[in-house]
């Protein structure tokens, strides 16, 4: 059990700070918009890629949330 805890809270760390490094890696307006559309470094679509940075933070959350309660005991 502790093992399934661990990856995710691993996987939900990892989701997290990838979103946050697009979000605060541009210096201008510009680039800060340009990354926030593009998850993953990938280019697509404005609309897609903002609900898969939504999605992204709600999933990162809710795993590494899951995998603190299951490494306390809790769940």
């Known amino acids: 059990m502790n093992t ?3 990856l ?4 939900g760390i ?3 700070s990838e979103t946050l490094s697009r979000i605060t ?3 201008t307006p510009r680039d ?3 990354n926030v559309c593009r998850p993953f470094f990938v280019k697509m679509p ?3 890629s903002i609900f898969i940075t939504f ?3 709600v999933a990162g959350t809710l795993l590494a ?3 603190l309660l299951m490494l306390k005991g809790i769940v």
């Open 14 to 16: 990892l989701f997290l």
């Open 32 to 34: 800060i918009y340009c």
């Open 4 to 6: 399934i805890a661990i």
């Open 55 to 57: 999605m992204e933070t």
């Open 46 to 48: 404005m609309h897609f």
């Open 25 to 27: 890696g541009g210096e």
């Open 65 to 67: 949330f899951h995998g």
């Open 8 to 11: 995710e809270l691993i996987v």
